[in-house]
């Protein structure tokens, strides 16, 4: 758990496809303060970085655009085949990640004493990352539903959807350390009502906490 502070501070994670970005909006409508790694992590892939270089390094001029920017599709062709590369990448990407979301919550408690963080990261148990949170939020799917948005949404082939999938971790393991669960099979709308009992609930929490320490 990371130093003790009244914000509570909450990880959201869930397997590629599972509606985790849907449920963060929804968070963050509510009023929660959401922290995207996903979004860190694209940052940390443009030019000038030092991770730009890292990783460039390590895979070749061969994953740059005309630009010379990383494009993600190439990229991740190379790390959704071989667990090899992909562990090269987020032994570059992870750390970094992982300093700027502790800067981010560090800027959020200095401007505001109360209230709910939300770190929204796939591969949050996957690094063990999730320990640093004091509550677990895992959001899952069918693995029917996430093959059809993979296809629809990033234009991949069935296998190429699998494939991505079945680089994850199982998402049974990942419900099996959550604190709360999200369903997204259903509507928009089913999806918002669970955010909604979530929020209200870690927020008579966080009243709790904040209460018990004054």
């Known amino acids: 758990m990371i130093l003790w502070a009244p914000m509570l501070h909450v990880g959201l994670t869930g397997n590629i496809a599972s509606g985790k970005s849907s449920a963060a909006l929804f968070f ?10 996903d979004q860190i992590g694209h940052s940390l892939l443009k030019s000038g970085t030092n991770a730009f270089g890292r990783i460039v390094d390590a895979f070749g001029s ?6 010379g920017e990383i494009d993600r599709k190439i990229l991740g062709r190379f790390v959704f085949s071989d667990a090899n590369q992909r562990a090269v990448l987020n032994s570059i990407l992870h ?9 981010r919550i560090e800027i959020l408690e200095q401007s505001s004493p109360r209230g709910i963080i939300i770190v929204d990261a796939a591969l949050m148990v996957e690094t063990g990352g999730y320990s640093m949170y004091d509550y677990l939020v895992v959001v899952a799917c069918t693995p029917s539903l996430q093959v059809s948005r993979l296809i629809s949404r990033d234009g991949l082939t069935e296998a190429e959807a699998r494939a991505r999938m079945a680089s ?11 604190d709360y669960t999200i369903d997204t099979s259903g509507t928009m709308g089913q999806t918002r009502a669970q955010v909604e009992t979530i929020y209200k609930d870690l927020l008579n929490r966080e009243r709790r906490i904040a209460d018990s320490k004054q």
């Open 168 to 178: 994850q971790m199982p998402i049974e393991e990942k419900l099996k350390l959550a």
């Open 28 to 37: 963050a409508e509510m009023g929660a303060h959401v922290i995207d790694a």
């Open 95 to 103: 750390p970094a990640i992982k300093a700027e979301i502790l800067r």
């Open 62 to 67: 061969q994953i740059l655009s005309p630009g």
